[in-house]
């Protein structure tokens, strides 16, 4: 089990990747973000979120989002 500075270490981490993905003009959906805080907790590891992301994109998930 993390200890609570690591996790809040880990929350900092993925705050600073969603606001630089708003930085460039991107926006995080819900679920990512979801996972995201699953992994701050140590629930998830980096490497789940990235292939959840992959399998969403391929099933077209993020293209209604991009024509709107």
Same mark, same amino acid.
């Given at each position: 089990?993390?200890?609570e500075?690591?996790i809040?270490e880990? %929350?900092q981490?993925?705050?600073?990747? #969603?606001?630089?993905?708003?930085?460039?003009?991107?926006?995080?959906?819900?679920?990512?973000c979801?996972?995201?805080?699953r992994?701050?907790?140590g629930e998830l590891?980096?490497a789940?979120? #990235?292939?959840?992301?992959? %399998? %969403?994109?391929a099933?077209?998930?993020f293209?209604?989002? #991009?024509?709107?």
């Amino acid at each position: 089990m993390l200890e609570e500075r690591e996790i809040e270490e880990r %929350r900092q981490a993925v705050a600073n990747a #969603i606001t630089t993905q708003r930085l460039e003009g991107l926006e995080v959906d819900a679920q990512t973000c979801a996972e995201l805080e699953r992994v701050a907790r140590g629930e998830l590891e980096p490497a789940d979120v #990235i292939e959840s992301v992959r %399998r %969403r994109i391929a099933a077209g998930e993020f293209r209604e989002s #991009i024509a709107k």
